[in-house]
């Protein structure tokens, strides 16, 4: 085990060295493409090769290409017995940030795959941006990436997602699916869903399905639209993002569709 401590002064090239003085390998690669996994901290770097563990404290910073984790401690992870030693997982606490050229994602907590499958943000107030919109939770995000690159996003715990137009979604659960090219396909909701538009309608119930090629919105159960002045409520609604309409439907359990309306 090899332990480099800091002076307050944050910079890899000192910390390497002094691990080299010591008999020391150089970081191994942080992934299959051979690229170097950097790592400095204001107070420690310590080298576990038994266990296969890199630990670094005191305003901690992994970066590998264009991606960056920081946080106040950083905890990467690699199997000891393989000759590569490639950096399978870093683990980041206390303010961690994650930055790509994707977008950045910020939590407490953060559990990142090397091999580019995901990634899982734990809060309070976890919270992923992207250039196509941004998604926040009380509990935790994770993001997973498939292998044709296709993506799909679950926020648990007050979850928000507000797309690049600025229409709103939330619920207990939010499930954001995208395409290979990072586009919004579609948002299932659980739990208390709401949407609003950029208009600021709104509308409520129990559950959500959002698709993006229609821009339309199914709602279901104990369903509540507004305008901000008249309100209407019925078991399920169909809003429509483009023209800003909304449908009320009856179902069984609420019966007749209802509603308070203002023209003035």
Not at 10 to 38: I, K
Not at 81 to 96: A, L, M, N, P, Q
């Amino acid at each position: 085990m090899y332990r480099v401590f800091g002076d307050g002064c944050r910079y890899v090239v000192r910390a390497l060295s002094a691990l080299a003085l010591a008999g020391a390998l150089a970081f191994p690669a942080m992934a299959e493409d051979g690229s170097t996994l950097r790592i400095e901290a204001d107070d420690l770097l310590e080298w576990d090769q038994e266990a296969g563990v890199y630990t670094a404290s005191g305003n901690a910073v992994a970066i590998q290409g264009d991606a960056k984790i920081s946080g106040d401690l950083l905890v990467a992870t690699y199997d000891p017995e393989s000759e590569e030693r490639s950096i399978e997982t870093i683990t980041g606490t206390g303010d961690v940030t994650f930055v790509d050229s994707q977008g950045n994602a910020s939590g407490q907590k953060i559990v990142y795959n090397v091999d580019g499958s995901g990634y899982q943000v734990t809060g309070p107030s976890a919270n992923v941006e992207g250039k196509n919109g941004s998604i926040s939770a009380d509990s935790q995000i994770t993001l997973v990436t498939n292998a044709d690159e296709t993506q799909h996003m679950t926020a648990t715990g007050n979850a928000v997602y507000i797309n690049a137009d600025n229409e709103r979604f939330s619920g207990d659960i939010i499930n954001a699916y995208f395409d290979a090219e990072g586009a919004l396909q579609r948002i299932e909701g659980e739990g208390s869903v709401d949407v609003r538009t950029s208009e600021g309608n709104t509308a409520s119930g129990n559950s959500l399905v959002y698709l993006a090629k229609t821009e339309k919105a199914t709602i279901v159960g104990d369903v509540s639209v507004s305008d901000g002045k008249s309100t209407m409520q019925g078991g399920r609604a169909e809003v429509d993002f483009v023209s800003g309409n909304s449908r009320l439907l009856s179902d069984e359990k609420n019966g007749r569709v209802r509603g308070v309306l203002i023209t003035k």
